[in-house]
């Protein structure tokens, strides 16, 4: 049961072969085993799951499940859960229970998912490896002297060694797809605005997107179905009709090309030399396999995609230096014991709360907004952004999705770059852009680079196209088995 | 040196501009579903938003953008069909997120103007005074510096209260049209319902941009005084200002750009702080809220539902009544007034505008004022005073014996004038028979005094008719009176 995929325990539970009870209980048995390995949780809340199974197995009984009643999950700790700790991995916040649900939150409970817990991150979401954890760093259940990627990283490596099915994430600049990658499952970030925002702590407003991974395209979908969804709360939140997004998943195709007609785009700029060769040759290899798939590929410019780094690494820390302001101990989380006076307060409180990369963006963020810089910075990010969006949309004239890698590298070294944040900023060179455009982005297990560290595939759709990036994943994963592959620490 | 030695004291001229802080009328805040009822316990209307709990979002409050269209409608601005929240970034303990929502760039009113009258009788002017812009915004809380030892209270519920803040040209050269332009603002926002103009409660708050300047010279330094919540203060306050910039110059210092407080208790301004300290706000675009977009069909509903106003119902009172322009200006000071002489005049009939206008502004004003009642609460209502005016006006009753009648209805000793003449016999006496006879007596009885009269003293004719009346105990008609008296009298 550890490895069977949603629809499998849905049927298991369903034909009371399984209770959720039981099944709740198998992940957080396998939590406390193996989660000191990884790291990947910051609080598992096992008397509140066990009640959730319980009243889950209350609604099978009386024939009221639904497609997720009784899954077990975890969420990142970015999205505030009532009465459980919400700490975004911060000291500033390790004392923060909230008094609500995050709309994804409340949508997941409502679908029957029993929550075993919340799961590490980079602090406030911010970083790529996991590392700026005031609990510590994940480790990759691949090597875990190795980053699971960030800063979904616990949710990453949580469903990777199958320590819960499925698990959210958020997606501001790449950190649901990096994570992904890097620890071998599958993770999705819908369009911007598909999923509300309302409980998910702000990092960058206009970038932030929830998602989620697990360990199929269609488990995915099960899951992004539930929790995607208008919400008045959120100004920034869509309103559109409901989405089933499996359903391109269960329609009938040739089962020699079933993506006969679907066009890729290969970004030119994105298989320059900026990617490792190992990484180059899985993600050619899926691209092969696509084409044998009845796929045809075109070749695509972005040519304005180099500046995705300094534009996002602009804007986003301009937005965290606002959001975060609120961060000032004056009516929650974390204060400083002794102060001389109000701006004393402030600093100390501010200096001993947040961690080094935080008060980086802080600091930047800023800077860049400051009376004489906003000009030359934000407004010119701004003009970026647009144009980078532009790219995107004249590519989407000619193909249906894209393709490409989404990290250049195979995971690295726990501090192996944490002295150098520039480098570590450049390793989010192929997926900054499309947070950036506020497209769906897509990253899919493609393969094994040196060491037998996961590869993943990038696939961005055009705005809304959600449905068919995980069907164009999903048709890959009918015909492969790099999904299927677990750590050696998972078994 | 040489010119200022040479210029005395009259010889400057002073510049005004103002803000004024509106609070809107609408039942909940401008970005949260909490009440801004005014009085609850601290912290009682203090929601989940308004306390900038992590995740929290902003929605903005269609009726407080309402309310800013009619604002702009009413003084013939410009209503961005685009505008754009931007965030005023800085730290104080009252303000929860550590920025303000407001507007900066792109504000939803632009330009317009409101006509002021200046000074009273013979001196009295008109003037135009012009507006820069007019933007919604968020109110902060509270600090509260006693009964908490040595500490600081912090009462939430004012945040998030919707403000429109109201900007002017600096067109005012006094602090008699500084005072003239915020009464007729006070007296508009009330009357277009946007406000209710409460000063005391904070509703109506003044800061003034104050600067001297030789006659033609270019723009003196300003010093902006924060906070004026009376009429009163704002005079005493320009007051002091004016001549302590005057004093300065003329003592051969200089102005330096500063915020400054007034004491009422010294009746002097203060430093808060100069252009120095003065904080960098970063504002950049609310990435959590979507451009403001006003279309010309809201517009048209907005300008459809708006109350006829100050100015057109001046103009109209002049024309269709025949009210002069003082009249006229006087009815049409407040909505209130204006709203009791049209209903008064609607029950009397146009023909007896005049008399309806000399009894609002003449005794009804008195004993209001001497009562100290507003008009909304006259005991006499405006159905009363017309069938009082009716009844003049067709001479059931003289002028005379109206007051009488007014004074019954005040003390709400009758509830018309029909009735009240009738229960005391009050109706004027027309029957030419019964006054030939009253008269008749009289003249037999004052050989005296139509001696006199013969003699060719006119005096005496008064005389003659005062004993008229007095027989008929004022009933008697007085125009009938003279006539018949004077025919007797061989006149």
């Known amino acids: 049961m550890i490895h069977a995929s949603i629809a499998e325990l849905r049927a298991a539970l369903d034909a009371r072969s399984l209770s959720a009870v039981e099944l709740a209980t198998l992940f957080l048995d396998r939590i406390e085993r193996l989660d000191g390995q990884i790291n990947a949780f910051i609080t598992v809340d096992r008397e509140r799951a066990l009640r959730d199974a319980e009243a889950a197995d209350a609604a099978i009984a009386a024939g009221r499940a639904g497609p997720l009643t009784g899954i077990p999950l975890a969420h990142k700790d970015v999205f505030c859960t009532e009465g459980v700790l919400t700490t975004c991995a911060s000291k500033m916040l390790a004392n923060f229970v909230s008094p609500y649900d995050a709309h994804v939150v409340a949508r997941l409970r409502e679908a029957g998912t029993v929550m075993l817990g919340k799961t590490n991150m980079d602090e406030f979401a911010m970083g790529s490896s ?35 099915p499925v698990a959210t994430g958020t997606d501001t600049g790449g950190s649901v797809r990096q994570p992904a990658s890097m620890t071998g499952v599958t993770g999705i970030k819908p369009t911007y605005g598909v999923c509300s925002r309302y409980g998910m702590i702000a990092y960058a407003s206009s970038f932030d997107q929830a998602g989620v991974f697990g360990a199929t395209a269609e488990d995915c979908a099960l899951v992004l179905s539930a929790m995607a969804g208008f919400d008045e709360r959120d100004s920034t939140s869509l309103d559109r009709p409901a989405e089933d997004y499996a359903r391109d998943l269960r329609a009938a195709a040739d089962p020699d090309r079933p993506l006969a007609g679907l066009r890729i785009g290969l970004p030119r700029e994105f298989f320059g030399d900026g990617m ?119 590519a989407f004239a000619r193909c249906d999705v894209i393709a490409g890698p989404v990290s250049p590298t195979t995971a690295w070294k ?65 015909v492969t088995d790099w999904h299927q592959r677990r750590p050696a620490l998972a078994e | 040196m040489n010119e200022s030695h040479a210029m005395s004291r009259t010889d400057w001229e002073v510049v005004i501009g103002l ?177 209710d103009g409460n000063m005391q409660e904070g509703s109506f708050r003044c800061d003034a941009n104050v600067s001297v300047r030789r006659p033609g010279g270019p723009l003196g330094t300003r010093r902006e005084i924060k906070n004026l919540n009376s009429f ?97 200006a006087t009815l049409t000071a407040s909505r ?65 014996i109206g007051k009488k009648v007014f004074d019954t209805l005040w003390n709400g000793e009758g509830a018309s004038a029909d009735e009240i003449i009738e229960a005391q016999g009050l109706k004027q006496v027309t029957d030419t028979g019964a006054i030939e006879a009253m008269i008749d007596e009289v003249i037999a009885a004052n050989a005296k005094s139509v001696e006199e009269f013969r003699a060719g003293k006119e005096k005496a004719f008064n005389a003659l008719v005062g004993q008229v009346m007095k027989a008929s105990r004022g009933k008697a008609n007085p125009a009938q009176v003279n006539e018949i008296l004077r025919r007797k009298l061989g006149a």
């Open chain 1, 130 to 164: 996991n590392e700026n954890s005031h609990f510590g760093p994940t480790r990759n259940p691949w090597d875990v002297s190795r980053i699971p990627g960030g800063s979904s990283g616990g949710s990453a490596a949580a469903v990777a060694a199958r320590l819960v």
């Open chain 2, 336 to 400: 209130e007034v204006a709203t009791y002489f049209q209903a008064a005049v609607d029950a009397a009939g146009a023909a007896n505008a005049k008399i309806c206008a000399n009894w609002v502004m003449g005794d009804l004003a008195a004993r209001l004022n001497k009562a100290d009642l507003d008009i909304a609460d006259s005991p006499v209502s405006a159905a009363q005073l017309a069938g009082l005016v009716q009844r003049i006006a067709d001479n059931t009753i003289s002028n005379s």
């Open chain 2, 19 to 195: 803000e004024v802080h509106a609070q809107l009328t609408t039942a909940s805040k401008i970005f949260s579903g909490a009440s801004t009822a005014f009085g609850a316990e601290p912290n009682r209307q203090a929601s989940a938003v308004d306390i900038a709990l992590p995740g929290v979002l902003p929605v903005l409050n269609r009726g407080a953008v309402e309310r800013a269209i009619r604002f702009g409608l009413a003084i013939g601005a410009h209503v961005a069909p685009k505008s754009v929240f931007a965030r005023k970034n800085y730290f104080y303990p009252d303000l929860p997120k550590g920025y303000q929502i407001s507007q900066f760039e792109l504000p939803v009113v632009s330009g317009g103007a409101i006509t002021i009258r200046v000074g009273e009788g013979e001196k009295a002017y008109e003037k135009t005074v012009r507006l820069t812009r007019a933007h919604l915004e968020e109110d902060a809380g509270k600090s509260l510096h006693e009964d908490f030892h040595g500490m600081s209270g912090i009462d939430l519920n004012r945040a998030g209260t919707p403000l429109l803040e109201i900007v002017s040209e600096p067109d005012m050269r006094s602090s008699a049209e500084a005072v003239a332009y915020a009464r007729a603002l006070h007296a508009l926002v009330r009357w277009i319902d946007i406000c």
């Open chain 1, 276 to 394: 490792a060769d190992d990484v180059r040759a899985a993600v050619e290899a899926a691209i092969a396999r696509y084409r044998e798939l009845g796929a045809t590929t075109v070749e695509v410019s972005l040519p304005n995609a180099r500046l995705s780094i300094p534009a996002y690494y602009v804007l986003a820390p301009a937005e965290a230096s606002s959001n975060l302001s609120r961060f000032d101990g004056v009516r929650y989380g974390h204060r400083a014991a002794r102060y001389a006076d109000l701006d004393d307060m402030y600093r100390k409180t501010r200096a001993e709360g947040f961690g080094a990369e935080v008060k980086r963006r802080i600091l930047v963020g800023t800077y860049v907004l400051s009376h004489g810089y906003y000009d030359a910075y934000y407004l010119k990010a701004q003009k970026l952004r647009r144009l980078i969006a532009d790219d995107f949309a004249a």
């Open chain 2, 232 to 328: 009163r203060f704002l005079q005493q306050a320009i007051d002091y200002e004016v001549q302590w910039q005057i004093d300065t110059l003329e003592d051969g210092g200089t102005i330096q750009q500063a915020t400054v407080l007034f004491d009422p208790d010294t009746g002097e301004t203060r430093v808060m702080r100069t252009k120095e300290d003065a904080h960098d706000y970063r504002y950049f675009p609310d990435p959590d809220l979507l451009p403001l977009v006003i279309d010309d069909a809201w517009k048209d509903e907005v300008a459809a539902s708006m109350p006829e106003l100050p100015a057109a119902m001046k103009a109209r009172f002049m024309e269709q009544y025949g009210l002069s322009a003082y009249d006229a």
């Open chain 1, 414 to 478: 726990i501090g192996e770059k944490s002295d150098d944040p520039v480098q570590m900023y450049l390793s989010d060179i192929f997926t900054l852009a499309v947070n950036l455009a506020g497209l769906p982005g897509l990253s899919l297990p493609c393969g094994f680079g040196a060491g037998e560290l996961p590869v993943g595939l990038q696939l961005i759709g055009n705005h809304f196209d959600e449905a068919r990036l995980l069907n164009v994943a999903h048709r890959y994963q009918q």
